[in-house]
């Protein structure tokens, strides 16, 4: 797609540049920024959302070689010139031959990729070692010469939605005050004897009004190929550096294409902006405990973005066991699943035992 001008092989994406580099002969071509030198380019803008929905098949589109794994489903663009390759959500083959050109929506932005190969494989086997009670060939088997579980650079789709959120409330708010109170109290002889005790009551006063917040790039996975777990642990993604679609950024790596799509993750979001405001709703109640009884949402200027994030993952099996480990590939931060050994824990489980028993019976005398 952009040949190299001195040998002509495929340019891939620098990750920490904004350079295209040949992996053969390292000749590097800049991405050119669209303002002037010095100047910092304006952040992306958001695109109306009816507009967008309503617009949906008219879009801009972009042209991929795109697979779809028989297995999990996810469906991910391919590098120009792969021969061979796995799925990076679930370890099944993928044939490349069986990919298709296809006609996709086009991504609004681009967070580029920041952390190279190198440093993200380093990640993992830090990631590996420091696991407690893991199965001793766990690393062999997650990193092993086969390929399997070799990192794999991939964009995972996103929604990024912008909303001016109005919450009408009505609820109460509790204020603590203190009284005393005289109870009958058991001395060490056993006598009764009167204590006074001081104790908290609350107070509630009606509470209703409005709070107003405007959302920014509130984000819900295009596509359950990852757990949501692994989306929140690799937040936040470092937005600041969200760069216009470009297909050189993209280059030399793979994209998952879209699953959910745009009005189904807008309910996601808005029900993930109601539990954010409902802590905006607690402090302006003020007082000691608040109650909410209701609260009513209302979302205008609702904006959204079609953005694709980095990361670096590795699918692998384990004793027949799917696992997956991420690194954000924009912050370096580092999450997986993981097997545990049953063999440790139970020694750690016999040894705290043994010491118990020691502790008990050294007590004793
Ligand atoms: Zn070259
Ligand atoms: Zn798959």
């Known amino acids: 797609m952009f040949p190299c001008s001195s040998c002509g092989a495929a340019l891939h994406f620098a990750p920490g540049t904004r350079h295209l580099r040949c992996p053969y002969c390292g000749t590097e071509n800049e991405i050119a920024p669209a303002t002037s030198a010095g100047e910092e380019p304006a952040p992306l803008a958001a695109q109306p959302y009816d507009d967008f929905a309503a617009a949906h098949g008219g879009a801009a589109r972009v042209q991929a070689l795109l697979a779809s794994c028989k297995s999990c489903g996810a469906s991910t663009t391919l590098p120009e010139g792969v021969t061979a390759s796995t799925c990076p959500f679930c370890a099944a083959p993928l044939i490349p031959e069986e990919a298709q050109r296809t006609d996709l929506l086009q991504p609004h932005g681009v967070l580029p990729f920041r952390i190279a190969a190198a440093d993200a494989q380093a990640r993992f086997r830090a990631w590996l070692r420091g696991l ?7 690393a062999q088997a997650a990193t092993g010469v086969s390929g399997a579980g070799a990192l794999q650079g991939v964009y995972l789709p996103f929604w990024a939605y912008d909303a001016h959120c109005t919450s009408t409330y009505s609820g109460q708010r ?56 692994f989306a929140s642990v690799l937040e936040p993604w470092g937005l600041e550096a969200l760069a216009a679609y470009d297909a050189r950024y993209v280059s030399g790596f793979r994209a998952e294409t879209f699953r959910t ?43 959204v973005k079609y953005i694709l994030l980095p990361v670096w993952m590795a699918a692998y099996r384990y004793r027949g066991k799917l696992y997956r480990f991420a690194v954000n590939a924009s912050t370096g931060e580092v999450t997986g699943d993981r097997p545990w050994s049953a063999v440790k824990i139970a020694l750690a489980v016999i040894l705290a035992l043994i010491v118990l028993a020691l502790v008990l019976w050294l007590g004793e005398k």
């Open 174 to 229: 509790g204020e603590h005050y203190w009284v005393d109170r005289v109870v009958t109290v058991r001395d060490s002889q056993g006598r009764q004897t009167p204590q006074t005790q001081r104790v908290q009551q609350t107070r509630w006063y009606p509470a209703n009004g409005t709070v107003e917040y405007a959302f920014k790039d509130v984000l819900v996975a295009a596509s359950p190929s990852l757990p949501a777990s």
């Open 132 to 138: 407690w009670f893991a199965p001793g060939d766990l």
């Open 261 to 303: 799509d745009v009005a189904t993750a807008l309910g996601t979001a808005r029900q993930r902006m109601k539990d954010a405001m409902q802590a905006r709703i607690r402090a302006q109640i003020g007082g000691d405990v608040q109650a909410i009884h209701s609260s009513e949402e209302t979302y205008r200027d609702v904006g």
